[in-house]
């Protein structure tokens, strides 16, 4: 998976992404980051991307010829157009079935919007898909991007050490997962349950389902019934 970042602030991305496992996995070359700096496409000597809201308002609004720049470029040098994500609040809330399916991708291109945000005229030429993180606003699009890229790259194959562990996790299934213990056996006077210890599986296995059931109710009720909803359709 190739991922290319069109932002005013690409150290942020470099910065962000290139530790840990996404980090491990871009040494190992299952990953490419690419941070590309919109403000070096700016057709003007003061490096200037943004500009007054015509009708008026607070706040400044992303150029349309930067980002335009920017993007074309790119793909005149990959020799492609892949999908390109535009970060926003608008846009469609973002989920693990969407990650998996991005991971599919061989390429991706995410723009970063900042301030007001970009003008739609630009949008309109260059975007496949508009994504938010969740109902809330934040300064810019590249901690939404990063947030994408991490969820994405542990769909991609080898980059999580176990294969399996990306696959049994919260939201399968509509459920989220049972609760994990490691050692020691006992903490501050609380122990670990006792199922845990009695190496029968079968068990295990039937305790973490009722565990995923009840935190599922408690903490998320409505991915509960959606849970519950699924489970009428495929007995009928
Ligand atoms: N004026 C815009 C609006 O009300 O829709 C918000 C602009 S926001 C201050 C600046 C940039 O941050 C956006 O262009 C977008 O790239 C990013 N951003 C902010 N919140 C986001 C979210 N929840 N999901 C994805 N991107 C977000």
Redesign the pocket.
């Known amino acids: 998976m190739n991922y290319y970042v069109l932002t005013l602030f690409p150290q942020m991305i470099l910065d962000g992404l290139n530790t840990s496992i996404i980090g491990r996995a871009v040494k190992k070359g299952l990953l490419s980051l690419e941070a590309i700096n919109i403000r070096d496409y700016a057709d003007n000597k003061h490096g200037k991307v943004d500009d007054y809201p015509y009708g008026g308002g607070a706040?400044m609004v992303?150029q349309a010829q930067p980002v335009y720049g920017a993007y074309e470029a790119l793909c005149k040098r990959i020799e492609r157009k892949p999908r390109l994500i535009?970060?926003?609040?608008?846009?469609r809330p973002?989920h693990q079935e969407m990650a998996k399916e991005m991971a599919k991708e061989k390429e991706l291109i995410f723009?970063?919007?900042?301030?007001?945000?970009?003008d739609e005229r630009v949008l309109e030429e260059v975007v496949t898909d508009y994504?938010?993180?969740?109902?809330?606003?934040?300064?810019?699009?590249e901690?939404?991007a990063m947030v994408m890229m991490d969820c994405i790259s542990r769909f991609v194959p080898g980059v999580l050490s176990n294969e399996s562990s990306g696959e049994w996790e919260s939201f399968q299934n509509d459920l989220l997962e049972y609760p994990q213990y490691s050692r020691p056996k006992e903490w501050r006077g609380k122990e670990v349950p006792d199922v845990l210890l009695s190496g029968h599986h079968e068990k295990i296995e039937q305790w973490r389902q009722n565990q995923s059931k009840e935190r599922t109710k408690k903490w998320r009720p409505d991915l509960y019934i959606k849970y519950k909803e699924n489970q009428k359709k495929t007995s009928l």
């Open positions: 706040g992303m535009y970060l926003t609040p608008q846009g973002f723009l970063c919007g900042h301030y007001e945000g970009i994504i938010s993180i969740g109902d809330y606003v934040l300064t810019g699009g901690l939404p």
